[in-house]
């Protein structure tokens, strides 16, 4: 991507952090930048220089906060995307999208989903220490209802087909009974982290600005991508890189593929 489009993708991307930030601030929510976002902050105090994305956690009862208070507090800027706003989003985790945007990736360029340029907001899971046979089994079971849901928004074939049979109300259900737990650790994308590594939460700096970041950050870093501070190779140096990418839909020539 040149980096005149990459640099005012962030600009559009920042406009969607700073929302979701001001909405956290007002109704006492807990969030942490993360995964990239969170390596942009300590190293670079900003973006990676060639990510394209912002991603944000939020504790589950917190992500739930969000969900119910955001439709009322979003600005019609924006869009909250679920998979009760969205019938085509694949539901694993939330979205802010920018309307009047687009930010398609080559994956997804033929779901009829929105597709505005987003910040992800994804929830992290309880988990027990030391979880029981039944937690674990539950665990799977949740992962299996999910990736169902997933596979049938986007019309996959992957995924189980009796479960894929199921109405949408029922299979949201029981993603989310299977999903809930209680626990001393938190999960997220198959990595599992102490509690206290990210509460209480603290602020970085991030392209001028202060946002939410894990405690810990550096334990957290380290977990998910061991020596951070090193940079990767070059060839390593990648990102979503749309296959479509739009700031103003109403003026197709700004379009770009």
């Known amino acids: 991507m040149k980096q005149e489009i990459l640099e005012k993708l962030w600009q559009h ?10 909405i ?29 994305d912002i991603d944000i956690n939020m504790p589950m009862k917190d992500y739930k906060k969000f969900l119910k208070v955001a439709p009322k507090e979003l600005s019609d800027e924006f869009f909250l995307q679920t998979s009760k706003t969205d019938k085509y989003h694949p539901a694993y985790f939330a979205k802010v999208r920018l309307n009047n945007t687009a930010f398609y990736s080559k994956e997804d360029t033929n779901i009829k989903k929105h597709h505005g340029i987003f910040v992800d907001i994804i929830p992290l899971y309880d988990y027990k220490r030391y979880p029981s046979i039944f937690s674990k089994i539950k665990m799977k079971i949740g992962e299996r209802l999910t990736l169902a849901v997933a596979c049938k928004r986007e019309n996959k074939n992957a995924g189980n087909r009796f479960l894929k049979m199921l109405p949408d109300g029922i299979l949201y259900r029981l993603r989310d009974i299977f999903r809930n737990s209680h626990g001393d650790m938190f999960y997220s994308w198959g990595f599992y982290f102490e509690r206290e590594d990210f509460l209480p939460a603290i602020e970085l700096e991030f392209c001028g600005k202060m946002y939410s970041a894990p405690k810990n950050y550096d334990n957290v870093l380290k977990i998910t991508y061991g020596d951070y501070m090193q940079l990767p190779p070059e060839d390593k140096r990648v990102a979503h890189n749309p296959g479509r990418i739009s700031f103003d839909l109403s003026k197709p020539d700004e379009e770009l593929n």
Request: aromatic share 12%; with cysteine; charged share 30%.
């Open 13 to 22: 991307e920042l406009k969607i952090l700073d929302e979701i930030d001001r």
């Open 24 to 52: 956290c601030k007002k109704h006492n929510i807990t969030y942490f930048i993360m995964w990239g976002t969170l390596i942009g902050a300590v190293r670079h105090k900003g973006f990676i220089p060639w990510d394209d």
